[in-house]
């Protein structure tokens, strides 16, 4: 199921007096949040939107100054909240990428047809991209997300084809 919110990051402190916030950010483009004129930040199972007055950059980390927050107290009450956006906000994927929140739970099957398990998670080891693989019994396999591995994406069906390559197994 596609869907309908994607995190992209988190507020992790506050910064100086005048309300800024540090967000961790959750995605490859930091320059994304410069677009943004407002985000949903999840504070006790609420989404409130707020505006952004203002974006910087500072090491690994955003700075937001948002509308209505102007003081390190009141700034201090938004710590350890995530931020999300709506799935209309997000920008355009190209040809053959997905978001990784569509690809957690999808089905994963090989090219016999075999249930493997489900997407449980996705991370990359600067080559590319690694599916977390994991059956109802717990055993887990890692398989890269290489033209040779990964053969079809089908998310409306909750579907992945793959070929197993030896010792992937």
């Known amino acids: ?39 949903l930040v999840v504070k006790n199972k609420d989404l409130i939107e707020m505006q952004i007055e203002e974006v910087k950059f500072h090491k690994n980390v955003i700075l937001i100054k948002f ?3 102007e ?15 709506k799935r209309e906000d997000a920008r355009k994927l190209p040809e053959g990428t997905y978001f990784i929140a569509d690809l957690i739970g999808t ?12 997407v449980e998670d996705i991370y990359n080891n600067k080559v590319h991209d690694i599916y977390v693989v994991k059956n109802d019994l717990g055993k887990q396999i890692l ?25 992937l197994i």
Do not use: W
């Open 1 to 39: 199921m596609k869907q309908q919110y994607f995190e992209i990051g988190q507020i992790v402190n506050t910064f100086g007096i005048k309300g800024l916030v540090k967000v961790n950010p959750f995605t490859d483009d930091m320059e994304r949040f410069k677009e943004l004129k407002s985000v």
């Open 67 to 69: 509308k209505g927050i």
């Open 71 to 85: 003081d390190i107290n009141m700034a201090e009450k938004y710590k350890g909240c995530y931020i999300k956006i």
């Open 107 to 118: 089905k994963v099957y090989d090219d016999n047809g075999n249930l493997l398990g489900k």
């Open 143 to 167: 398989l890269p997300a290489t033209k040779e591995v990964i053969k079809q994406i089908d998310i409306d069906n909750d579907k992945i084809i793959v070929h197993l390559l030896e010792g």
